[in-house]
C-alpha cells in the first residue's frame, strides 16, 4: 500500500503565497501522475492540478489557471502545489492523489481514477 503524505498547510491571510507539499513511501514518481485535488466544507471535491511526472506535462482546469502551479522536485521525489495570491475561496482541505501513469483513459481531473491519496492538509485564508 502506498502511503501519501501531504505537508505545508496552514492560516495565512489573503493575498499571500503557501506552497503544498507531498511525498509518498515510493523510491520514485516515475510511474505515477501526481494530482492535487481540494475540498471545502460543504462543498464536493474539486481538482486543482496535476503533473505526469516522467515527462513533467502539467493540467490544470481553468479556474485554476494563473494562481496555481505544480510542479516535481525530483531530487527530494516530491510534489509541490505553489499556491499565490491566496483568497478566502481558496480554503479547504488539499489532497494529494497518485494514480499509475498510463493506465486510465479517464480524466486527469477524475477523482476516481486516483488509487492512492493522502489524509489531506488544510489551508484557511483569512480576509
Known amino acids: 500500500q502506498v502511503q501519501v503524505v501531504e505537508s505545508g498547510g496552514g492560516l495565512v491571510q489573503a493575498g499571500v503565497s503557501l506552497r503544498l507539499s507531498c511525498a509518498a513511501s515510493?523510491?520514485?514518481?516515475?510511474?505515477?501522475?501526481v494530482a492535487w485535488f481540494r475540498q471545502a466544507p460543504g462543498k464536493e471535491r474539486e481538482f486543482v492540478a496535476a503533473i505526469w511526472w516522467i515527462g513533467g506535462v502539467t493540467y490544470y482546469p481553468d479556474s485554476m489557471k494563473g494562481r496555481f502551479t505544480i510542479s516535481r522536485d525530483n531530487a527530494k521525489n516530491t510534489a509541490i502545489l505553489q499556491m499565490n495570491s491566496l483568497k478566502p475561496e481558496d480554503t479547504a482541505v488539499y489532497y494529494c492523489?497518485?494514480?499509475?501513469?498510463?493506465?486510465?483513459?479517464?480524466?486527469?481531473?477524475?477523482?476516481?481514477?486516483?488509487?492512492?491519496w493522502g489524509q489531506g492538509t488544510q489551508v484557511t485564508v483569512s480576509s
Open positions: 492523489a497518485l494514480r499509475l501513469a498510463g493506465q486510465s483513459r479517464q480524466p486527469m481531473g477524475a477523482s476516481e481514477a486516483y488509487a492512492y
Open positions: 515510493l523510491r520514485t514518481f516515475s510511474n505515477y501522475v
